[in-house]
C-alpha cells in the first residue's frame, strides 16, 4: 500500500482539531516530522498533553502546543479565534478532523444543536469563519475530514436538528454530508472571492479509533457492542485499517502539491473501506451546487459567521 511523501514543511505552522488521539493525532505525528509547527486546539487538555508528547516522543524538537477548544460550544470556537487572531500568526495548513459518531440517543451542544451536525460541520464552519484572515494570510490549505457514511445521506432541510426523527447513523451521515458539501463550496467561494485558500476534503475509510466507542455509547446503559466487532474485524485485516492508513487520504490533501482543492480523496481499496489515497468521484448528494450555497447560508446563520465580514 502507496504511503504519502510529505514535502518538507519548516516554517509551516499546522492546526488541526482532534488530534488528542486517533486519526488526528496521527495526522499530527506526520506533520510535525515533516518539520510543521503545530497548534492543536483539544477539548480534553489531559488527553491533549499526553499527545503533545507522544508527538514529540515521534518527532524529536518538534513545535507543539495546545489551545483549548470544544466544538460543541460556539463560544469555545469563538475563544479560539479570537486568541489565535491576537496571536497574529498566518496558519499554512488547517485540518478539520475532529468529530462525534452516532450516539444512540439525541443529544444537543451548548447552542441546542444535534450533537452530530453541531459538533462535526457546525463547530467547524465557526472556526474557519472565526480564523479566515489568518488562513488568507497563510493562503491556507484546509482539509475537512468526512466519511463514506456521507455516500447514502441526505439533507432534510425540515429536520437539519434531528428533531423530528432521530437516527444515529442517519444523523451522523448528514453531518458529514454536511463536512464535504462546506469543504467543496470553500473552495468555490474562495476562487470567486479571491481568498487564496485551497480548500478540498478527505475520508479515512473504515479505520479503528476511539469513535466507534466514545459515540455509539453515548446514551447506553450497556457498551455498544460496535467496538469489538471493529477491534475482531482489525485484527483479522477485513475491512478496517491502522490509524497510520486511515490519516494518509488527509495527509495527502493537506500536504501534497498534486492534490487540488475542490477534490475528494480517500481510500483506493474495496468499498473505499482501507487502501492507499486517491481522488474519489464526489458523492452523488454533494454535488447539487444550489443545495451547497443554501447549506452554506444555514450555517453561516446557525454558527454566528459572516465570512464575508471575515
Known amino acids: 500500500m502507496k504511503d504519502v511523501s510529505v514535502p518538507d514543511l519548516t516554517g509551516k505552522l499546522a492546526v488541526v ?12 505525528v506526520r506533520l510535525a516530522r515533516a518539520g510543521a509547527e503545530l497548534v492543536l486546539p483539544v477539548r480534553n487538555p489531559v488527553k491533549g498533553e499526553a499527545a503533545v508528547a507522544r508527538v514529540r516522543a515521534a518527532a524529536p524538537g518538534a513545535v507543539v502546543s495546545l489551545r483549548e477548544l470544544d466544538l460543541a460550544s460556539l463560544a469555545s470556537v469563538a ?3 479570537e486568541k489565535l487572531n491576537a496571536e497574529d500568526r498566518p496558519i499554512d495548513i488547517l485540518i478539520n478532523n475532529a468529530g462525534v459518531m452516532s450516539p444512540a440517543t439525541r443529544h444537543t451542544t451548548a447552542d441546542g444543536l444535534e450533537l452530530q451536525f453541531g459538533t462535526n460541520h457546525i463547530g467547524h464552519v465557526a472556526l474557519v469563519g472565526g480564523i479566515l484572515p489568518l488562513l488568507r494570510a497563510g493562503r491556507a490549505r484546509v482539509t475537512t475530514m468526512s466519511s463514506s457514511a456521507a455516500r447514502n445521506a441526505r439533507i432534510d432541510w425540515d429536520d437539519l436538528q434531528s428533531e423530528r426523527k432521530y437516527s444515529p447513523i442517519r444523523s451522523y451521515g448528514l453531518s458529514k454530508l454536511a463536512n464535504l458539501m462546506f469543504g467543496l463550496e470553500l473552495d468555490r467561494r474562495s476562487r470567486a472571492g479571491g481568498w487564496g485558500l485551497v480548500s478540498n476534503v478527505a475520508h479515512p475509510g473504515t479505520t479503528l479509533t476511539n469513535l466507534y466507542a466514545s459515540g455509539p455509547n453515548l446514551g447506553r446503559e450497556r457498551p455498544s457492542p460496535l467496538e469489538a466487532i471493529m477491534t475482531r474485524l482489525s485484527r483479522v485485516g477485513l475491512f478496517v485499517q491502522t490509524v497510520d492508513r486511515g490519516a494518509l487520504p488527509a495527509l495527502y490533501a493537506a500536504t501534497d502539491p498534486r492534490a487540488q482543492g475542490g477534490r475528494f480523496y480517500g481510500p483506493d481499496g474495496f468499498g473505499q473501506f ?4 486517491t481522488e474519489l468521484t464526489v458523492y452523488k ?4 451546487e444550489a443545495a451547497a450555497a443554501r447549506l452554506w447560508d444555514v450555517s453561516e446563520r446557525l454558527a454566528g459567521v459572516e465570512f464575508a465580514a471575515a
Open 17 to 28: 482539531t482532534g488530534a488528542s488521539d486517533g486519526v488526528g493525532l496521527g495526522l499530527a
Open 79 to 81: 475563544a479560539l479565534a
Open 274 to 277: 482501507t487502501g492507499g489515497p
Open 285 to 288: 448528494p454533494a454535488r447539487d
